[in-house]
């Protein structure tokens, strides 16, 4: 499903559905998104595989790059504190991924669309907006 968020046309996969995990699965996703003109691609926590949230199986960083190459952003949404307090190094991960601009971990929908806002806001004008 397409929404419009803060002027931000943002494709959301359903909670359920086929759990991504491989570079094949994001580039499922990213071709949906992309053909309904979304800038932003949210995927609820819940359609990851669990292998996604142990970095040495290299689930996420494929599926993150699959993803992030179409400059496209992306939000994983929900509930991952059992995750981060698990692993230093996925903690390390959603730290850094938070303070960019790329993907991010977020808790809810409100989270979303505050950060958008904070991107959108700093965004420069592209000439066609003018």
């Given at each position: ?83 981060v307090e698990a692993s230093d190094s996925f903690r390390?991960?959603?730290?850094e991924a938070n303070r960019g601009k790329d993907f ?27």
């Amino acid at each position: 499903m397409t929404t419009e968020i803060h002027g931000v046309q943002v494709f959301e996969l359903a909670a359920k559905g086929k759990k991504l995990r491989t570079a094949r699965d994001a580039t499922d996703v990213m071709g949906e998104a992309l053909s309904q003109g979304a800038r932003w691609i949210v995927i609820p926590v819940e359609r990851l595989d669990e292998d996604f949230f142990r970095l040495k199986t290299g689930v996420a960083g494929e599926i993150v790059s699959k993803l992030v190459v179409y400059r496209v952003g992306v939000a994983f949404v929900g509930d991952i504190s059992r995750y981060v307090e698990a692993s230093d190094s996925f903690r390390a991960f959603v730290r850094e991924a938070n303070r960019g601009k790329d993907f991010w971990f977020l808790a809810d929908a409100e989270e979303l669309r505050q950060r958008l806002a904070r991107v959108e806001a700093t965004r420069p004008i592209d000439q066609e907006q003018r």
